[in-house]
């Protein structure tokens, strides 16, 4: 079987960067969407505010859909940070502090991607990544943005933890069932993953 160097598999083609692009600007919409409801959805959670973070996988999502269907390096970073420039451009309540969340996001789901060397893009890494952008999401809004400054150590460390629960479900489960889907539909086709619907869902890629 012939399988193409690494160099190639890296390179951004323009379709690549158009499909990402596309991605990205939807979920940015998703996520004004979800900023202009968020606080009546957090209502539910008013008896215990931390668990208002089991909600935040709506946020995380760009940066492990767009690597399983992207899949080159960088992929996870650009669809989050700019689906957190679009979210800012349409009015986001948190400012321009949506785009250091995107990058920290970004991030948490890229060294996920890094660790398997861009060649591995089954149920076990999309769910490790939708974990870890989890993981550096809330770390990064309890400990180095100073979102939930109010919380006491004990219930930021539950926030860190539910909103890495929150990527490994939303981020990373249901954006694989996506890939696979999209995959179904011939929709991928010019793309890497476009047999991502064939592939296993525990094996290498």
């Known amino acids: 079987m ?3 160097p690494a160099t190639t ?5 323009v379709v690549d960067i158009v499909v990402a692009s596309v991605i990205a600007v939807a979920s940015g919409v998703i996520f004004w969407a979800w900023n202009a409801g ?7 959670f008013v008896a215990f505010p931390p668990g208002t973070a089991l909600l935040s996988g709506l946020w995380l999502f760009p940066a492990v859909l767009g690597a399983l269907i992207i899949r080159k390096p960088g992929a996870a970073l650009y669809c989050e940070l700019l689906a957190a420039i679009i979210s800012a451009l ?10 250091i969340s995107g990058v920290i996001q970004g991030l948490g789901a890229e060294v996920i991607f890094v ?3 861009y060649r591995r893009w089954n149920l076990p890494v999309a769910l490790l990544a939708g ?6 999401g809330g770390i ?5 943005m100073g979102y939930v400054a109010e919380y006491t150590e004990a219930m930021k460390l539950f926030h860190v933890f539910a909103t890495g629960i929150s990527g490994l479900i939303i981020a990373g489960l249901l954006t694989w069932l996506a890939t696979r889907a999209l995959a179904k539909t011939g929709a991928l086709g010019a793309l890497t993953s476009r047999s991502a619907h064939l592939e296993s869902p525990w094996g290498r890629v």
Not at 9 to 13: D, E, G, L
Not at 90 to 99: D, P
Not at 131 to 136: A, N
Not at 140 to 144: C, H, W
Request: aromatic content about 16%.
């Open 2 to 4: 012939n399988v193409a």
């Open 9 to 13: 598999r890296a390179q951004w083609r």
């Open 38 to 44: 968020y606080g009546i959805v957090s209502l539910a």
């Open 90 to 99: 349409l009015g986001s309540q948190w400012g321009l502090g949506v785009l």
């Open 115 to 117: 660790a398997f060397r």
């Open 131 to 136: 974990l870890m952008t989890g993981i550096f």
């Open 140 to 144: 990064g809004e309890a400990y180095l």
